[in-house]
């Protein structure tokens, strides 16, 4: 996020990317709109990537997540 311009404070893109077993790459990149303070959006973001992660690696579609915004 940042202040003024286009994006509001909070706002936080995170992208998950893997290399398959042909060598394509299969990513996925969403927006999320974080409450708090500074402190706060940093600590949830890492949550949300784990999250992103977990079911990557469990092979399971990623749901939409919480904060996330279209």
């Known amino acids: 996020g ?6 509001p404070v ?3 893109f ?3 990317a893997s290399r398959g077993s042909g060598g394509a790459i299969d ?3 969403r927006r999320f709109q974080i409450s ?3 402190e ?12 992103m992660l977990r079911f ?10 919480i904060w996330e915004v279209e």
């Not at 940042?2 to 994006?7: E, S």
Request: one cysteine or more; proline letters at 5%.
């Open 56 to 65: 990557h690696l469990a092979g399971l579609p990623t749901p939409r997540l």
């Open 27 to 29: 990513a996925e990149a």
């Open 10 to 12: 909070g706002t936080v």
């Open 36 to 38: 708090g303070d500074r």
């Open 2 to 7: 940042g202040r003024g311009g286009a994006k």
């Open 40 to 51: 706060a959006v940093r600590d949830r973001s890492a949550k949300i990537a784990l999250a």
């Open 14 to 16: 995170i992208c998950r």
